[in-house]
């Protein structure tokens, strides 16, 4: 089992931006989807961000605001995170899966890390 390491998590003001890292205890290669998902206080696990097939998938909310970046040769993830909201506070966790795993769907994805806090405030 794949073990996974978040990174990167502070307390930001509005309009700034984080970069989130997550470093694999093995090889990533393999997994067919790999991405990030968050869980604000009181809420659900949301699907931020996901790579599979070499395809982008990103909640609306996020759209055009977080970037997603895999690198399979340093077994590591990446979130790049701009003009942040108060309402993306939240732990972010990074997150792998197989075959077919869809974002939207946390039980699609067997590994997790422990995750790491973001939190935007004025």
């Known amino acids: 089992q794949v073990q996974l390491v978040e990174s990167g998590g502070d307390l930001v003001q509005i309009g700034g931006s984080l970069r989130l890292s997550c470093a694999a205890s093995?090889?990533?290669?393999?997994?067919?989807?790999v991405g990030w998902f968050r869980q604000a206080p009181g809420k659900e696990r949301e699907g931020v961000a996901c790579?599979?097939?070499?395809?982008?998938t990103y909640a609306d909310s996020v759209k055009g605001r977080f970037t997603i970046a895999r690198d399979d040769v340093k077994n590591t993830l990446s979130l790049q995170m701009d003009n942040l909201k108060r309402e993306d506070t939240a732990v972010y966790y990074c997150?792998?899966?197989?075959?077919?795993?869809?974002?939207?769907?946390?039980?699609?994805?067997?590994?997790w890390g422990q995750g790491t806090q973001v939190t935007v405030s004025s």
């Open positions: 997150v792998v899966g197989g075959y077919g795993g869809r974002c939207s769907n946390p039980r699609h994805f067997g590994a």
């Open positions: 790579v599979s097939n070499g395809i982008t």
């Open positions: 093995k090889s990533i290669f393999d997994y067919w989807i």
